[in-house]
């Protein structure tokens, strides 16, 4: 009875050392996958400070963005008061069909740019040097247009879209004006040139204007960039979210799967 009794102590400690070494062997591997699962952990930590960080750059560039447009509406405003509200053009007559026949011209008319001209009386009389006595005077406008530019829309939009930014100025001067005075919101509003109207003639005129219509497709490429980089940072934002998210989930299924292994073990 006695022997019987030291063996079965013995079996019992045995067995108990086996389970012993057997538990610490599967902490030992909970431990390692934990281990492992700790740098899932720091990139999604770390993807979600990244995209903090993308959504403060985002609103500190749409505020740099708002005040470059400002600062740009200043200088114009300044170069206009400087330069002057007065926008003077020049169009220069073709030749008539009676001075091409006489081949000669009563006078001569020399382009040096696109806001100088140079003209001149016409004589071909010369000084005892040998050159021309011809009287030349130069003349500076805002815009010259040579005799073969066109009478159609396509001249007169070119003098328009000169006098645009000044009558932009002028109509937010205007409202600016009004809006300090009383602030009565017109009827009939603009969003994309900021221009409001009571009066339904002037609005329709407006949305006819070559400004209004090329301000308008402006502003659709630009939602239409805008929205193409904000779907691109979502995808990707949403990829690599969901990449961590389902490594997660495969360490989390492992250490479940090793407990479950530990817990049937006993």
Not at 57 to 76: P, Q, V
Request: hydrophobic share 30%.
């Amino acid at each position: 009875m006695q022997k019987q009794k030291e063996e079965m102590e013995k079996c019992s400690k045995d067995s108990e050392e086996l389970y012993i070494a057997e538990l610490e062997k599967k902490n030992k591997e909970i431990q390692e996958l934990q281990n492992k699962l700790k740098p899932a952990d720091l990139e999604w930590e770390k993807f979600k400070n990244e995209n903090k960080i993308l959504k403060n750059t985002c609103r500190e560039l749409e505020t740099l963005n708002y005040k470059i447009s400002s600062n740009l509406k200043t200088a114009h405003n300044k170069i206009i008061v400087l330069k002057g509200n007065i926008r003077v053009f020049c169009r220069v007559c073709p030749r008539t069909p009676k001075e091409i026949e006489q081949m000669k011209a009563l006078y001569s008319i020399n382009f040096i740019d696109e806001c100088t001209i140079e003209v001149g009386n016409g004589s071909d009389a010369v000084n005892c040097n040998g050159n021309l006595r011809a009287e030349t005077k130069k003349f500076s406008f805002d815009k010259v247009f040579a005799s073969k530019a066109s009478q159609d829309m396509e001249a007169a939009y070119q003098v328009y879209f000169n006098m645009e930014m000044q009558e932009e100025d002028a109509v937010k001067e205007e409202d600016a004006v009004q809006s300090t005075s009383e602030k009565t919101p017109k009827k009939y509003l603009c969003e994309v040139c900021n221009f409001g109207t009571d009066y339904n003639s002037n609005f329709h005129r407006h949305e006819r204007s070559p400004s209004h219509k090329k301000k308008v497709e402006q502003y659709k490429m630009k939602t239409t960039i805008e929205i193409s980089t904000t779907q691109k940072q979502k995808k990707n934002l949403t990829k690599r979210l969901k990449e961590s998210e389902e490594l997660c989930t495969v360490n989390k299924f492992k250490d479940k799967c090793k407990t479950q292994e530990v817990l049937i073990s006993e």
